[in-house]
T-cell receptor, first 114, second 115 residues
Framework: ETGVTQTPRHLVMGMTNKKSLKCEQH?????MYWYKQSAKKPLELMFV???????ENNSVPSRFSPECPNSSHLFLHLHTLQPEDSALYLC?????????????FGSGTRLTVV | AQKVTQAQTEISVVEKEDVTLDCVYE???????LFWYKQPPSGELVFLIR??????QNEISGRYSWNFQKSTSSFNFTITASQVVDSAVYFC????????????FGKGNQVVVIP
């Protein structure tokens, strides 16, 4: 049990579908992150929420839409994705005021776009 | 510019051999933190160690050891007497002394331990 739970673990969706990825943390952290991990590529930071406010959006296409309703939950809403969006999507959390704070990661959602 | 460089992409070793993973970082800050994470096949990144820039002591934890050298901007990781369970991707990461502790990851080292 990592303290950060992601659902679903696997997701196959068509390019016209709409789906959402969910992340929940029970660590009392106040920052949450979405990362994309594609084969043969480094981890890409997509979004950062600090104290429930989005503080970073790294040029991510609008077909990805994050939502952070409270400090424990983070969603990634997906619509009209492309096959190149197939990847492992990792959620992480940390304590934002703790400099050098350790990130705790979830197990990820393996997304396949067909 | 890449802030964390892990040059070796895939490393294969025979069980019980030692393996060293190189990590070279780049920063202008005097205060920063370095990390190593392990990503087993299950997917989640597991925290292994954090080191701040003012602590250059090397560290040993069981079969794992870390060598931090500020003079060469390196934070290398050695697994001694490797085991099959060590097969994973290992990431080095840097957090600089500004903003919201953003982690910059290297590309990772895929370690394959052959029984």
């Amino acid at each position: 049990e990592t303290g950060v739970t992601q659902t679903p673990r696997h997701l196959v969706m068509g390019m016209t579908n709409k789906k959402s990825l969910k992340c929940e943390q029970h660590l009392g952290h106040n920052a949450m992150y979405w990362y994309k991990q594609s084969a043969k590529k480094p981890l890409e930071l997509m979004f950062v929420y600090s104290l429930e406010e989005r503080v970073e959006n790294n040029s991510v296409p609008s077909r990805f839409s994050p939502e952070c309703p409270n400090s424990s939950h983070l969603f990634l809403h997906l619509h009209t994705l492309q096959p190149e969006d197939s990847a492992l999507y990792l959620c992480a959390s940390s304590q934002v005021l703790d400099r050098g704070g350790v990130y705790t990661f979830g197990s990820g959602t393996r997304l396949t776009v067909v | 510019a890449q802030k964390v460089t892990q040059a070796q992409t895939e490393i294969s070793v025979v069980e019980k051999e030692d393996v060293t993973l190189d990590c070279v970082y780049e920063t202008r800050d005097t205060t920063y933190y370095l990390f190593w994470y392990k990503q087993p096949p299950s997917g989640e990144l597991v925290f292994l160690i954090r080191r701040n820039s003012f602590d250059e002591q090397n560290e040993i934890s069981g079969r794992y050891s870390w060598n931090f050298q500020k003079s060469t901007s390196s934070f290398n990781f050695t697994i001694t007497a490797s085991q099959v369970v060590d097969s994973a991707v290992y990431f080095c990461a840097l957090s600089e002394g500004y903003g919201n502790n953003r982690l910059a990851f290297g590309k990772g080292n895929q370690v394959v331990v052959i029984p």
